[in-house]
């Protein structure tokens, strides 16, 4: 999920993939819950909540969703963007 730096960013630093998605694939975002502390039953497919701003990574219940924020949250923006 490492982003490319722009053009213009050459002398600025590029931006890190944020480790709680360095070993996760594209189909894991869509079938598990994004929180990697998920301990609970994961619901199948449209049955995860989306994240609200990007709408790229999926939760199996707010709980989750507002306990990864903090790690989701860089990423969640630069996808906004």
Known sequence: LALPRPADAADGPAFQT???YSSVNCTDLRTRCANPQCEGPVPAGPALRRCGGCRTV????GACQKVHWPQHKALCKVIVA
């Open 18 to 20: 944020p480790t709680a």
């Open 58 to 61: 999926r939760y199996c219940s």
